[in-house]
């Protein structure tokens, strides 16, 4: 395992990797850091809300690119999915409730019929 030292938000980090890594450990903490920078030059202080909005801005740029890499059509789809999952929810909702109505109705039924012959209840 390879040790790397970085330089984030103005303190040295060492980082441990597999050998061969160091480079391009180097060249995310370079990324890092261009973040925070951009963030500082917002007028944005103190060093963990500085890199809570420098790994925001990363994510945000991380949603992006994975946004623009599915096809649209496979984005139709999961929305597609999405909404078909929501009509199933409402549904088993609804046949749920006849279902308690029904019963319920039948409850009264057979309770009518009960009064009306005279028969004893339960």
């Known amino acids: 395992m390879a040790l790397v030292s970085v ?11 597999e ?23 917002l007028g944005f202080s103190g060093d963990a809300r500085v890199l809570v909005l420098a790994a925001l801005l990363m994510a945000d740029e991380i949603q992006d690119l994975s ?8 984005a139709q789809a999961v929305h ?7 009509e199933r929810a409402m549904q088993d909702s609804r046949l749920l409730d006849l279902a308690e109505r029904a019963e319920a109705l039948a409850a009264e039924l057979e309770q009518a019929y009960i009064d009306k012959a005279g028969l004893p209840g339960t």
């Not at 597609?80 to 929501?86: H, I």
């Open 7 to 17: 330089l984030i938000n103005g303190h040295s980090y060492t980082v441990g990797c």
């Open 67 to 74: 946004n623009s890499r599915i096809p649209e059509s496979t």
């Open 80 to 86: 597609d999915v999405e909404r078909l999952r929501a």
């Open 19 to 41: 050998n061969g890594q160091e480079r391009h450990v180097q060249a995310m903490a370079h990324q890092v850091e261009h973040r925070v920078q951009r963030v500082r030059s």
